[in-house]
């Protein structure tokens, strides 16, 4: 089993918090890692998707307060909303016992509904993570390539070949279609959803313009806007917000979008291998997106990523808002000699960046002019990472 980089995190946050969400999309590991924590600690276990669990919390007050000092998990939180009151009610009672940490793991498939109900109700008692996909953190330096095509998904990225990490993955797409997304959200067609998940992949890593999405599907724009917000509190898309700075150029105000994990962009446009994905269009934009999603999982709680982009085309791929205050400046290539662009130079003189990278296909850590870093995605990662 590939050790989780989150389960440090998760130990400490347990220690300090009554109640820790851990949130990511399904089968993204969450239930491994729980299981993983509390296998050496008095623990109890609930699946709310089993009808014998959710029978077990027809009385979840009597069922609940009887758990002495073990840690509680709940699996799929946000299937019993009304859960949270009662909880609130067990961990004040706890806490007033002098139990303070570590009473309840909550985790969740949506963050929609989990965090509405758990913000309202457990104000204060409770501390929220993430869980992502697999990083190149975890996965290692050479595994690189791999993960970019299968994606970070366990079951994607683990499977015995390319042929069966892609079977997999086209049945996820249709599952979250065609039983999840109906469960954790507004009841959305099917079909509708998965053409528009497709034109997000061809899409990867563009400005959003929600008026053509919305001509293409035969909508309006408010039901397009509806749709990304859908698949964003379910942790499968990311909406990445422009750089708003002090200069006298007109900058672009519209977020890009990506789908978070690179394997579910190679599936939903029907590339199976590294030379289906080197021979399509979406490459570029597909390892774009993936270096995002692993310099983000990588970064310290609290950083902020944007992007800084001109009217005239001038840009910066990422900007990492580290919580510290100092601000990285990321360009991504994917080749092997990477040559930045006379825009991106202009643009590091409008930033002024703390540090400015470029991310490459590479290994080999050198500098270019203007102190410009030339670095390995796996590298910078790492370096990321020690900023916690």
């Known amino acids: 089993m590939i050790a989780r980089i989150l389960e440090a995190k998760l130990k400490q946050h347990l220690a300090i918090f009554p109640a820790v969400a851990l949130l990511g999309p399904r089968q993204v590991g969450k239930t491994t890692l729980a299981r993983s924590f509390a296998s050496s600690i008095p623990s109890t276990y609930l699946d709310l998707e089993n009808p014998a669990d959710r029978e077990k919390l027809s009385d979840p007050l009597g069922y ?15 299937r019993v909303p009304g859960l949270f009151e009662v ?16 009473q309840f793991l909550l985790l969740g498939s949506a963050s929609i509904e ?7 109700s457990l104000a204060g008692r409770i501390a929220y993570l993430e869980l992502t996909p697999f990083s190149v953190l975890e996965a290692g330096p050479d595994q690189v390539a791999d993960l970019w095509i299968r994606g970070g998904f366990p079951p994607s990225f683990l499977a015995a070949g390319d042929r069966e ?39 990867q890593g563009s400005l959003l313009n929600a008026a053509e999405f919305a001509r293409s599907l035969g909508v309006d724009g408010k039901t397009v806007a509806r749709y990304i917000d859908l698949l964003v509190d379910l942790l499968l898309l990311r909406r990445l917000q422009p750089h708003h700075a002090n200069t006298r150029k007109r900058l672009v105000k519209s977020p890009k979008v990506y789908v978070r994990d690179s394997g579910l962009v190679h599936s939903l446009l029907r590339l199976r291998s590294m030379e289906e994905v080197l021979g399509h269009p979406v490459a570029g934009a597909s390892w774009e997106g993936f270096v995002i999603e692993n310099l983000l999982s990588a970064a310290p709680d609290g950083t902020e990523p944007s992007f800084y982009r001109t009217a005239t085309g001038v840009e910066l791929d990422v900007i990492l808002h580290l919580p510290g205050g100092q601000r990285w400046a990321v360009e991504i290539k994917r080749g092997m000699v990477p040559s930045p662009s006379t825009s991106f130079y202009t643009a590091l003189e409008d930033m002024k960046p703390d540090r400015s990278f470029i991310v490459y296909g590479g290994a080999e850590r050198y500098t270019k002019s203007q102190g410009v870093e030339v670095i390995g995605l796996h590298e910078l990662a790492e370096l990321l990472h020690s900023q916690s």
Not at 64 to 78: A, F, P, T
Not at 166 to 171: I, V
Request: cysteine-free; hydrophobic content about 40%.
């Open 114 to 120: 989990l965090l509405r109900q758990s913000s309202e």
């Open 87 to 102: 909880l609130r009610g067990i961990i004040d009672e706890n806490i007033l016992a002098g139990r303070r940490a570590g």
């Open 165 to 203: 990490s892609a079977l997999w993955r086209t049945n996820f797409i249709d599952t979250y279609l065609e039983r999840d997304l109906p469960q954790l959200g507004p009841r959305i067609p099917a079909e509708t959803l998965r053409r528009f998940w497709t034109m997000l992949a061809h899409a």
């Open 64 to 78: 609940l307060s009887g758990r002495g000092d073990s840690l509680v998990i709940i699996d799929e939180i946000q």
